[in-house]
């Protein structure tokens, strides 16, 4: 995908096979061919067909893969291979077994017991240091408070104490005695050395083996259970009762201060990993060996009238994911066949079709995308709706399938190429669905709601004609569903009416997706639709107001083409709107250089009487190349460039080129001819070929001077007939019953134009008002107050008025 001069992305244009005959020119410049067009329409249709088979391919296999568990067998299956078939039930089993084999994981800080005492020995040292007799001296006043205000901090931060706590007084009293210190390691030593825990990790190890790991050492350990350790409440309550033993050696408030700093130092020093324990679980876990049961080939899977089991239903599913076999690659050889037999037949019957189609290979791409999309989405829809049931939601596989916005894919085909491409591609899309799904019903409920989505967008000119077009489908659908469940008498049931509501809600979202991916297609593709035809058929477009402005002759001109060729295009059968707005832009160039036109120069000097012939060829040409690059900027789609470029066909100028040989003495050798023709090429399209005549009928009207109908029709037959002979229509499938046709089309609205009108008598009033002012009239009466019997209004508008009328 590249990005073009306006900034939109488009897809190459050497992948479209651009022909030289008509498509190679883009702004006078030739692109070089590098695909041929039919090679690569068939290397579409192959890559069509092969994309088609490959998505098809796992919903071609037996119906029986479908059934889920608790469906009846409705025939009997077996093996068509030896297997060995994972068991996931069996595996997920045996390795939850091994997971719960893992022991958790704790760890032990055997290091604990030896830093507590370390720094409570450390505290109380410092203590005594700070608080004796001789310290207090030797530090004096300020300082010293200054260092016990700090230690204070640091004991009670250390021990966990609040400010306001008692048991740093007493201990400051007794100026941290030895006793307390000594008592205190002997209470907490042993119990940090077995391990304490806290409430909740010894709750991750009830009733289990447990693996100690010592963090010093990095030996581990297997203990039943977690005998032997402590929490932190048994352990304080350990404290309590050893330290009763103390008692007398201890007044009352040393005692307590003891009893708060055995507490305190007395940390958790065994904690559960676990992320070490996780880890270890999920290592067995990986290492368990997965269970697999054998089936051998003819062996029964499930017989006919048997409910689906669980093992019957891994057994289908394994079959369905084995690897290719040879019958496989049959079955994908027959599906390629059937596909590409189906595409060809239909993009044969859209060649020989009604309407002369001709797809082009954007086309080709264009539908392929379409088409695969819609085949994802019925997959899509199918699988969606077999996981559905499987988690028993009470829903069924179709009732997802029904919800399926198909319809939009046929609608986008209607609104980018016409009616009937649009209806084979809804054929194929239907067939395939059916064929994928194995669902003849369901095929038919796409076809028709896809059918009616397209009738809806064909004449559409607005963007909430698209969603209408969805809810026409959408009905559709309703009643197609309305119909089935009568037939299969399951009306009166939750599952239909269900069914009836995504039915609708299918259609109206394939409306609502369409008006979406509408603009998205017309820029990827440079397509041009009647919505966007409308938007460029409003005469106050900025560049059309322009042309007004600038080139009024060419704006005037451009209009009356554009009624003369809307006429002639409905008379014919081709596309009048799309003929109508690229007659408005036709001349669009002209803009550059106005006045070197003669529409333009009302009367005044005509520049070109100072130029040479071929500097006034080479400027009338140069206006279709200015006209593409304005065509361009405005973004106005492919199709009116299209007519733009080619609205002048290859047709000379002869007024200069008759110039030419006149300045030359007639000497043709001494003058191309090649020169004084427009670079072309001819007209592609009928709308193109009817822009070129209506343009050169129109001018060339101007030119009469009694324009009498006897006149215009001679001079449109002559013009149509010049055109002809010249060989400008060879390449835009105008037939010569379509020129008659397009003849009395420009014959009525000519007539139209240049109608006589009756020559209107000069009123006697206006002699008489001359008399008056040569002195032979009466002024009128006055009123007492001045003025005049009657007021202006009542005597109407006076001849000097009427003449300053237009006048600047």
């Known amino acids: 995908m590249v990005r073009d001069q306006d900034g939109r992305f488009r897809l190459p244009s050497f992948l479209f096979g651009i022909s030289k005959k008509g498509r190679s020119h883009r702004l006078g410049v030739e692109q070089k061919v590098l695909v041929r067009p039919a090679l690569l329409k068939t290397c579409l249709l192959l890559a069509l067909a092969l994309a088609l088979a490959l998505l098809a391919l796992p919903a071609s296999l037996p119906y029986e893969v479908e059934l889920g568990v608790g469906d009846v067998a409705p025939r009997d299956v077996r093996a068509d291979r030896d297997m060995m078939i994972l068991d996931q039930a069996a595996t997920v089993s045996r390795r939850l077994e091994a997971r719960r084999g893992v022991l958790p994981v704790f ?8 830093h507590s005492v370390e720094q409570l020995q450390a505290l109380f040292a410092r203590g005594r240091t700070l608080y004796s007799v001789a310290g207090q001296a030797a530090s004096g006043g ?75 050492s990095n030996t581990e350990e297997t203990r039943s259970g977690m005998a032997g350790f402590l929490d932190q409440t048994d352990a304080r309550q350990v404290v309590l009762a050893r330290a009763l033993l103390y008692r007398d050696d201890f007044t009352s408030t040393s005692f307590k201060a003891l009893i708060a700093v055995s507490r305190a130092m007395l940390r958790p020093n065994l904690r559960y990993n ?128 029904y919800a399926m916005p198909l319809a939009a894919c046929g609608m986008l085909a209607a609104i980018f190429l016409g009616p009937w491409p649009a209806f084979l591609f809804a054929i194929l899309l239907s067939f395939l669905t059916a064929f994928l799904l194995d669902n003849l019903a369901l095929g038919g409920y796409y076809f028709l709601g896809t059918v009616a989505g397209q009738a809806g967008v064909l004449m559409v000119r607005e963007r909430g004609g698209i969603i209408k077009a969805g809810l026409a489908a959408g009905l559709v659908n309703l009643v197609v569903l309305f119909g089935l469940a009568l037939y299969e008498e399951t009306f009166f049931t939750t599952r239909t009416l269900l069914d009836l509501g995504t039915g609708l809600l299918s259609g109206l979202a394939a409306g609502i997706i369409v008006t979406g991916l509408t603009p998205l297609f017309e820029m990827l593709f440079r397509y041009t639709t009647d919505i966007k035809l409308m938007e460029l058929s409003n005469l106050d477009r900025p560049v059309l107001r322009e042309l007004m402005i600038q080139a009024p002759g060419t704006y005037h001109h451009s209009v009356i ?54 500097m006034s060829g080479l400027i009338l040409i140069s206006h279709v190349k200015d006209g593409l690059e304005l065509a361009r900027q405005n973004k106005l789609g492919r199709e009116i460039m299209d007519i733009i470029q080619q609205h002048h066909g290859t047709c000379l100028i002869s007024y200069f080129y008759q110039k030419a040989l006149d300045t030359h003495n007639g000497e043709q050798s001494q003058i191309s001819e090649q020169d004084y023709r427009y670079p072309g090429p001819k007209p592609q399209t009928k709308e193109a070929g009817l822009v070129l005549l209506a343009d050169a009928v129109e001018a060339s009207s101007r030119t009469l001077v009694d ?102």
């Open 142 to 216: 300020s300082e010293a408070a200054a260092a016990q205000a700090r230690f204070r901090d640091q004991f009670n931060q250390a021990l966990s104490f609040g400010p306001e706590d008692k048991n740093f007084e007493i201990l400051v009293r007794s100026r941290f005695p030895v006793k307390i210190e000594k008592v205190a390691t002997q209470l907490i030593s042993d119990l940090l050395e077995r391990g304490v825990a806290t409430d909740k990790d010894l709750e991750s190890a009830q009733g289990e083996k447990t693996v100690v790991r010592r963090l010093s």
């Open 707 to 808: 324009p009498t109908p006897a006149r215009i029709q001679g001079l449109v037959q002559k013009i149509i007939n010049a055109s002809f002979s010249d060989g400008q229509l060879d390449e835009c499938e105008l037939t010569l019953k379509d020129l008659h046709l397009i003849a009395r089309s420009f014959n009525t609205i000519l007539h139209g134009i240049h109608h006589r009108r009756i020559a209107y008598p000069e009123p006697a009033q206006k002699e008489s008002n001359g008399r008056a002012k040569a002195g032979h009239g009466h002024r009128p009466q006055q009123s007492a107050n001045g003025s005049s019997d009657r007021s202006p209004a009542a005597r109407g508008p006076s001849s000097e008025d009427l003449k300053r009328l237009g006048q600047a």
């Open 107 to 114: 760890d032990l800080d055997d290091q604990a017991a030896e």
């Open 274 to 401: 676990l992320e070490e324990t996780e880890r270890r679980r999920q290592q067995a876990a990986s290492q368990s060996a997965p269970v697999y049961f054998q089936v051998k080939s003819g062996e029964m899977v499930i017989r006919e009238g048997e409910r689906v089991d669980v093992q019957a239903r891994v057994t289908l599913e394994a079959l369905a994911r084995s690897g290719r076999g040879p019958e496989d690659l049959q079955r994908m050889a027959g599906l390629f066949l059937l596909a590409l037999v189906f595409v060809l037949v239909l993009y044969t019957a859209g060649m020989k079709g009604p309407a002369g189609l001709r797809l082009r290979s954007q086309d080709l791409v264009f539908l392929s995308i379409l088409l695969v999309s819609g085949f994802l989405l019925a997959a899509t829809g199918s699988i969606m709706g077999q996981a559905l049931v499987r988690a028993g939601t009470g829903l069924v596989e179709s009732t997802l399938l």
């Open 561 to 614: 083409v554009g009624a003369m060729v809307e006429a002639a295009a409905k008379a014919i059968g081709a596309n009048h709107l799309l003929a109508k707005v690229a007659a408005y832009y036709h001349d669009l160039g002209k803009l550059k250089k106005p006045l070197y036109f003669v529409e333009n120069q009302g009367g005044g000097d005509n520049r070109h009487e100072r130029l040479a012939p071929s």
